[in-house]
């Protein structure tokens, strides 16, 4: 076992150099001499794997899924069931503590990592079986505890071995059917690997393939958005940006989309992060006339529910006539894309309500707007602001900002203008 691989757990400080040598020093003869006394009893080396991915659950699931490992059944035979030691004594000669009915190695830091790299160099063999064992585990139970428990060994063991396999793994355990705590979860594992020195490159590279596939499915997608909305954002920022941008090119507004969307305004919000944003942002929209780019340009200026970009760019262009023209051209380029229209009509009622609320600067809302409809008047969210459609009420919001606008003022001067209320 190496010593670098320990460190590799550890946080990068002194403090942290200092426990990673200590935690070797303490586990690395226990482990070896654990592993000596169990050299014909597989069984006992089951049960150690068992408890070691299954800390907190009972002793008897512990045996009930190292036998599983094995692909042994429940023994049958009451004498072999009544010979030997006690399951509670078995647990504690590989290191385990039993309390109640719980298994853990919570009294031992570091003791159930020393196991596993043990393993994972001594026994290359297991890798493929293990594996395979582990997604049965998280596909019979689901629960938070044991995914946390399962995922966390995991992805430790990934960027100390830099070995991507364990991250393909830790990626299929995402469905159509997870819950948002179980999608939170996954996210948060796998941005730790996308963050790691040596694996963080290939983990990275992994998520811009899933996010670009067009097999990717939309829980998966949904995971890569999430990483791109914690710490990788910080750090990586063009990245998460190339990542969001492929799951907003999904042909349909889905969930992922839509978190992608969020993702990409909570970045904006970040603190220094704005102006990446928007330049960003802007050129996707202006150079490729996208739904990805219309998209994102107009997650940036929704409202709801937090209207600080909006407020920073509609301030900007008070002062900055380009920041003013590049929102003219980017609404452009969002009405010009038919598949983002009724997301343009949520985002214009959406700044009329905010404008109603004092949110934002009602003057700045009106000059751009107006420069908007001029261009824009025959494209159907602008022509339904201004003209309303059959059948709709409008709320005050809307109808006050509809009557601010010039091209309304000129057209309520004629008799024959009756727009819907």
């Known amino acids: 076992m190496r010593l670098a691989a320990v460190a590799a757990f550890v946080e990068d400080s002194d403090t942290g150099r200092e426990t990673a040598t200590n935690s070797f020093q303490q586990w690395s003869k ?87 790299i043990h393993l994972w160099h001594q026994r290359p063999d297991i890798h493929d079986p293990l594996l395979v064992w582990l997604d049965g585990l998280v596909a019979s139970n689901t629960s938070d505890v044991r995914l946390t428990s399962i995922s966390g060994h995991l992805v430790d063991l990934a960027i100390a071995e830099n070995d991507v396999s364990v991250v393909n ?82 042909p349909e507004r889905d969930a992922a989309v ?40 107009l997650s940036i200026l929704d409202p709801e529910p937090d209207p600080q970009a909006l407020q920073v760019l509609l301030a900007s262009a008070q002062q900055d006539h380009e920041v003013a ?39 700045a809302v009106k000059e751009i707007l107006d420069r908007i409809v001029e261009r824009q008047l025959y494209t159907l969210p602008i022509s339904d602001l201004i003209y309303g459609v059959a059948g709709v009420a409008y709320d005050e919001a809307i109808i006050d900002l509809r009557r601010d606008l010039n091209f309304f003022s000129r057209l309520s001067a004629s008799d024959t203008f009756a727009p819907e209320p």
Not at 201 to 230: F, H, M
Not at 273 to 293: F, I, Y
């Open 169 to 250: 793994t830790i990626k299929g355990w995402v469905s159509d059917n997870s819950s948002e705590r179980h999608l939170d979860l996954i996210a948060g594992v796998l941005a730790k690997a996308a963050e790691a020195d040596a694996l963080g490159p290939v983990v990275r590279k992994r998520l811009i393939d899933w996010a670009s596939s067009e097999q990717a499915s939309e829980a998966v997608a949904r995971v890569i958005a999430l990483v791109c909305r914690g710490s990788l954002a910080e750090h990586y920022p063009l990245q998460a940006l190339a990542r969001l941008r492929h799951i907003m090119r999904r």
């Open 325 to 363: 023209d590049a929102l003219v051209e980017g609404w452009t380029a969002a009405l010009e894309e038919p598949g983002v229209h009724e997301q343009c009509r949520q985002v214009l009622h959406g700044w009329a309500r905010a404008r109603a609320a004092g949110d934002i600067d009602s003057k």
């Open 30 to 116: 226990r482990v070896e001499e654990v592993f000596t006394a169990t050299q014909q009893l597989p069984e006992e080396r089951a049960l150690l794997v068992s408890a070691l991915f299954l800390r907190g659950e009972e002793a008897v699931t512990v045996q009930s899924h190292a036998r599983q490992l094995l692909g042994e059944g429940a023994e049958s035979s009451v004498r072999k069931i009544l010979t030997g030691p006690d399951l509670t004594t078995r647990l504690e000669a590989v290191g385990a503590t039993v309390a109640g009915r719980a298994v853990s190695f919570d009294d031992k830091p570091g003791y159930a990592r020393a196991v596993l």
């Open 258 to 297: 839509r978190e992608a969307e969020a993702s990409l305004r909570h970045m904006a919000t970040g603190l220094g992060q704005l102006p990446r944003v928007w330049e960003t942002v802007c050129k996707w929209a202006k150079d490729s006339r996208s739904l990805a780019g219309a998209r994102a340009f």
